[in-house]
């Protein structure tokens, strides 16, 4: 993203931005499938070029860390490459991984893909635990990128904790409260009390105005915040049709798509950029790379009337993590440069560049947001909103299909419920059978 799934930095549409669900995203992707390179520094001679692969943005660069990292080791080249969309990234490094070759000396791990990395690729990454203190790191974001047998192959990165972000405009002239902790309180522990605020929104609506943007970001909200996705943990059977998580945020999402509060739109779409644009949605569900997207898309127009409360729970949506190759020719160097990058002090710099949410909880008593984006959100204890939603996120099992899984739900099954008028139940047979293929039964 939180996004190029930082969705998920992916899981999660990724596009543009979701390169701000890692980088604002750190993962999601954009509309382009071209892949570049920043080189910093050239190759000069004798240094040791470290290349690091990343998939849309995850201001590295942008804050400036590379050049840090490069002054204070003098002997360090940093070349980073690279891809904008992550369903271009990922398999290219598999195929690499799988091939003993051609690999970065660091590789980006979405969180969508994390799990096939554990399950499948384990033995094509260093065991970095024994380098660093896992205690850094949130448990349940280690627990992500653990084997079985202990091994971490990945290094957190940024997160996704979440928040509603909404118009105190549009609440105002619908009759609502604009105080944030008010809201928080309307809607504290259930995502179907969001939704009833959204019943009452609309009874008295800003002509041409939604509630929300759309079902399927509620869906992915309140899916963030269950201990139960797509797979069983024990068995790691898929279990996406029994699963109570899955269920309830259906449920939810069926709701909002069967009203009148729903722009129906698609996330990373262009109208939904537009729906930003004019103000169409009053509120949307925000993880935290997903700020300084709507600080861009709405505009001036939308300085001040911006507000953040609490979600109903606490939820993530994107993040990612930095691995080692076993098949790269600098591994001690790559694992000092990964530690180095994914510290707290480093994570912070990148959350100050773009609001990236450090996945290292030592960090945010430090966390300063730009004076801008917390001008623009109604000077919003945004830092605190989003840490206290990190430290109480519940760990999720994903699975090796759990991103088509998930893009099976909310692409086919809620779009057929939200712009095409089938029923719930048609929605559900429909996304039942695009998952029997994505599985291959």
Known sequence: MGTSTRRSRRLMA???VAALATGLLAGCSSDSDNSSSNDNGGNAKGK????????GVFGYKQAGLYDEYMKLHPDINIKENVTTRTDVYWPKVLTRL????GTDDIQAIEVGNITEAVQTQASKFVDLGKDVDESQWLDWKNAQATTKDGKLIGLGTDIG????????DLFQKAGLPTDRTQLATMWKG?????????????KKAPKGTKFVDSASSVYNAALGGASERYYDKGSDKVIWDTSDGVKKAWD????VATSNMSAKLKQFDKPWDQGYANASFATVACPAWMIGYIEQKSGDSGKGNWDVAAAPTASNWGGSFLGVPTAGKHQKEAIALAKWLTAPEQQAKVFAKQASFPSTPSAYTSLKPAADTTAYFSNAPITQIFADSAKTIPSQYFGIKDQPINTAITDVGILQVEQKGKTPDQGWSAAKNEIKD???Q
């Open 438 to 440: 994505v599985l291959g």
């Open 98 to 101: 799988q091939a003993g070759s």
């Open 48 to 55: 040791t070029t470290l290349t690091v692969g990343t998939f």
């Open 252 to 255: 939810v999402a069926m709701t």
């Open 14 to 16: 990724l596009t543009a």
């Open 190 to 202: 259930d995502w179907a009390k969001y939704v009833d605020v959204g019943k009452q929104y609309m």
């Open 161 to 168: 904790p979440m928040a509603i972000c909404y118009r105190k």
